[in-house]
């Protein structure tokens, strides 16, 4: 069975940094690029950037470019989201997705709270 | 970028039909059959439905399809169950590796 299995959900304040992750199995993990997916609260989804583990090749949204930063580690099948200073707006769940023209499977998300 | 543009809510009672629109541009509905429909449920991450405009995945049910007309493309659930009602998103490849989702869509079940 093909599956993304996210890390947990993190509280941080404004300003700290912040690494989650989004481990894939039952697939050849090199070899499908991996998008994340923002969902603020009670609104829609937005696509964030996407990574393709088998060479690192990275592409951003303009809209995140600059804001977050998209790796992964292809030993582990881990693919990776951060940020160096959090802010309140960062407030959402995060998804990540196994992405061709399409988004599947999902991961179960992660939910980040950035409260002071 | 941005995103595309989707009907607020739709609504039906169980066995009517509802048709969702996702409207774009020429540079992402229109320029490409690579649009996808997803469904959300409450606190749930979303699922696919429909991938290349109208083909279903294995294991979703054949009420639901997916059609496009320039750049607008469509999803229809007919016979809707009482398990249809979520949120629906559509999403486009844009070009050069960039994807744009639609603005989301409730969907009630009367």
């Known amino acids: 069975e093909v599956q993304l299995v996210q890390s947990g959900a993190e509280v941080k304040k404004p300003g700290e940094s912040l690494k989650i992750s989004c481990k894939g199995s039952?697939?050849?993990?090199?070899?499908?690029?991996i998008g994340w997916v923002r969902q603020m609260p009670g609104k829609g989804l937005e696509w964030m950037g996407i990574i393709y583990p088998g060479d690192s090749d990275t592409r951003y949204s303009p809209s995140f470019q600059g804001q977050v930063t998209i790796s992964a580690d292809k030993s582990i099948s881990t693919a990776y989201l951060q940020w160096s200073s959090l802010k309140a707006s960062d407030t959402a769940m995060y998804y990540c997705?196994?992405?061709?023209?399409?988004?599947?499977?999902w991961g179960q998300g992660t939910l980040v709270t950035v409260s002071s | 970028q941005s995103a595309l543009t989707q009907p607020p809510s739709a609504s039906g009672s169980p066995g009517q039909s509802v048709t969702i629109s996702c409207t774009g541009t020429s540079s992402d509905v229109g320029g490409y059959n690579y649009v996808s429909w997803y469904q959300q449920h409450p606190g749930k991450a979303p699922k696919l439905m429909i991938y290349?405009?109208?083909k279903r995945p294995s294991g979703v049910p054949d009420r639901f399809s997916g059609s496009k007309s320039g750049n607008t493309a469509s999803l229809t659930v007919s016979g809707l169950q009482a398990e249809d009602e979520a949120d629906y998103y559509c999403?486009?490849?844009?070009?050069?590796?960039?994807?744009?989702f639609g603005t989301g869509t409730k969907v009630t079940v009367l």
């Open positions: 039952g697939y050849s993990f090199t070899s499908y690029w």
């Open positions: 290349e405009v109208s």
């Open positions: 999403s486009s490849y844009a070009g050069s590796n960039n994807f744009d």
């Open positions: 997705a196994r992405q061709t023209a399409t988004f599947d499977p």
